[in-house]
């Protein structure tokens, strides 16, 4: 049996669709041990922001898949919020935008970001899973 | 008698042509002889009776209310020694109001003491009128323009979206041999062609909108309006137990496009009822008021509120939603900008959160 690359992924999207799909990519390639899944921003930032109070690295996922528009608390305004709570030395995973808009404009802002390791315009295929959570390199 | 140039300032043949050419008035104030003249254009111009005589205390009555404070500065600076020049509202006799460009001058003396103003204004007010109008539809089609884009863009991404689920779901059912997950697959793809289905209903409504511009204005009341309004949203009120008051008296009916009436009254209604504040039962106030010649139509509710600080450009702009809410679309706020700006007005917001939000809108 083959140990999964990754033990915690996280996926950032409010999209239910695909957000099943990220699931079942997982399960069939054994990409993670566990997947956590945030349906905005605010959801995850309030989870990323007590992990930072504890102190507690451990729990923190290897990889981050963010998307950009989404209610409550969209792609950007996580990204703004998450630079105040984190840098990206200090950030022990990657994080990636995921995103469905392939605006020149807005993957220019995602990767002025330190935090942002790339941005991915969806649709990612099989292989491209596999590739970031194998070698965690642009898919 | 023949009056020398000192005492009628206005004597002077090419003088008077040059005025009437340019439909400029002339005017002029002697602090030493305490006297303010006025010449043949400007009394034209001002509609003054024939036997007006102008005096120093009451110029500002030429003026428009909102603009005394500004004159009364300039005039105090220019009896000091600063000339101005300017473009302001004036009043004529007969109470019209209309725009002018008006200039004055200090007069001194030989030891360079102001003994005097004196000036030009020139009626322009069709020309600031068309400036107005020119200004007000530049930054309505730019506003149009922004909000186009924006419209082009989400509806890629979301068109996107659905492309990109349905290229993975086909890729997944390839790889899976599982009948049960199979089978799960088989709903993702359902799930799309219901979220294809509706972004392409979205898509019409939006259209539709521009379509229905050309149906032309009707006098349209508004209770009549409001009352349809209520009665298809005779569950959802019931439901929520939405307390509605309305009050109309102040302005009843309007001509507008009797379909964006409905479905702006609709989608701001149902909008308050959506996201109503989870303590308390919803209550909302419409209702129609004037101002000067401004028509006005306000809904207030007291629901959750939208943080303007953080979404303020956004709460009108397509598929932007701000609470975590199943029904939460996207569209309706975007319509209902589009129905009111095509017809030449324009909405506003105010909002506090979990106070709740007013909407006004100027037709």
């Known amino acids: ?139 | 008698m023949k009056k020398s140039a000192l005492e009628d300032p206005f004597s002077d043949f090419y003088y008077k042509e040059l005025a009437q050419l340019t439909a400029a008035g002339s005017w002029k104030v002697d602090f030493l002889a305490k006297k303010s003249y006025l010449d043949e254009e400007g009394r034209r111009i001002l509609k003054v009776p024939e036997n007006f005589r102008p005096s120093l205390n009451d110029g500002l009555r030429f003026y428009a209310p909102e603009e005394h404070e500004r004159v009364f500065e300039l005039y105090n600076q220019c009896a000091t020694g600063t000339p101005f020049s300017t473009t302001v509202k004036m009043l004529s006799y007969d109470q019209k109001l209309f725009w002018a460009r008006a200039t004055g001058n200090p007069i001194f003396n030989e030891k360079k003491e102001v003994i005097g103003i004196r000036g030009v204004f020139q009626d322009m007010n069709a020309e600031k009128v068309k400036q107005l109008d020119l200004q007000n539809s530049l930054s309505l089609v730019e506003s149009q323009n922004k909000r186009l884009i924006n419209f082009a863009h989400i509806v890629s991404h979301n068109l996107r979206s659905h492309a990109s689920n349905l290229q993975l779901t086909l890729e997944l059912l390839k790889s899976i041999e599982d009948e049960k997950e199979e089978a799960e697959l088989m709903q993702s793809i359902y799930d799309i062609s219901k979220g294809l289905n509706a972004t392409i209903s979205h898509l019409s409504e939006v259209a539709s909108v521009q379509n229905k511009a050309t149906d032309g204005r009707k006098t349209v009341r508004f209770e009549e309006i409001l009352q349809e309004v209520l009665h298809s949203l005779n569950r959802k009120i019931i439901k929520s137990e939405a307390q509605i008051y309305y009050d109309f008296s102040e302005l009843e009916e309007i001509a507008y496009v009797p379909a964006y009436m409905e479905s702006i009254l609709l989608n701001l209604i149902t909008n308050a009822i959506k996201y109503k504040h989870p303590d308390r039962v919803p209550s909302i106030n419409i209702f129609t008021y004037t101002e000067g010649e401004d028509r006005f139509l306000k809904v207030q509710d007291n629901g959750l509120g939208i943080d303007l600080e953080k979404y303020g450009d956004r709460i009108f702009n397509m598929y932007q939603t701000f609470h975590d809410h199943e029904e939460a679309v996207g569209v309706g706020l975007f319509i209902t900008k589009n129905q009111i700006e095509i017809l030449k007005g324009t909405i506003m917001v105010e909002s506090e959160p979990q106070k709740g939000s007013t909407f006004t809108i100027k037709f």
């Open chain 1, 1 to 139: 049996m083959t140990t999964p690359p990754v033990k915690l992924a996280c996926v950032i999207d409010d999209d239910n669709v695909y957000v099943n799909l990220v699931k079942k990519v997982v399960e069939l390639k054994k990409l993670c041990e566990k997947l956590l899944i945030f349906r905005n921003g605010k959801e995850a930032l309030d989870y990323f922001s007590a992990l930072y109070e504890d102190r507690d690295a451990s729990v923190f996922p290897e990889l981050i898949l963010l998307d950009l528009n989404m209610p409550v608390m969209n792609g950007w305004d996580f990204l703004q919020n998450f630079s105040q709570v984190t840098t990206a030395s200090e950030l022990p995973g990657s994080l990636y935008i995921v995103s469905s808009s392939d605006d020149a404009s807005e993957i220019d802002k995602a990767k002025s970001y330190g935090l942002v390791s790339d941005y991915l315009i969806k649709p990612l295929n099989l292989m491209q899973f596999e590739n970031l959570f194998f070698k965690r390199v642009s898919a």
